[in-house]
């Protein structure tokens, strides 16, 4: 009878409980948690330096972006849509690719992009 109520009540109680809680969590998990995973802050840091027209800081900065991302989303990825992970990447691919181009406009249009992306994330 014991067994019952756990399987019945208790259990699937505290699955959803689990399940409501690692969905809420996204705009927590977004944040830094070292110093391997500050991706706001470098992509505030790129756009100075493509306004400074510092390309080789820059892109090092979009590299450092990217992998960022990539401890980032390992965290996110049950808590967050899968086309806003997937447009965030499409985004940090852009930025790395203009900055390959050295094409400060087009850096500027995805960071500020990035910026509305990175803010929606979680919510």
């Known amino acids: 009878m014991k067994t019952r ?4 009540y208790v259990l699937p109680i505290f ?20 110093t391997q995973d500050r991706l706001l802050e ?3 840091t790129l756009e100075k330096q493509v306004e400074k027209k510092q390309w080789t ?14 401890r ?18 499409g985004t940090l691919a852009r930025i790395r690719g203009g900055v390959a181009a050295k094409d400060d406009q087009a850096i500027m249009e995805e960071i500020y992009y990035f910026y509305v992306l990175w803010d929606n994330l979680g919510d």
């Open 72 to 89: 980032i989303v390992n965290r996110i990825q049950f808590s967050v849509e899968r086309e806003t992970i997937y447009d965030i990447l």
């Open 15 to 34: 699955l959803l409980v689990l399940f409501v809680a690692i969905m809420a969590t996204g705009s927590f998990l977004k944040k830094p948690f070292g």
């Open 42 to 44: 470098s992509v505030q």
């Open 5 to 8: 109520f756990w399987l019945l």
């Open 57 to 70: 800081e820059a892109k090092s900065q979009a590299e450092y972006a990217m992998q960022a991302w990539d």
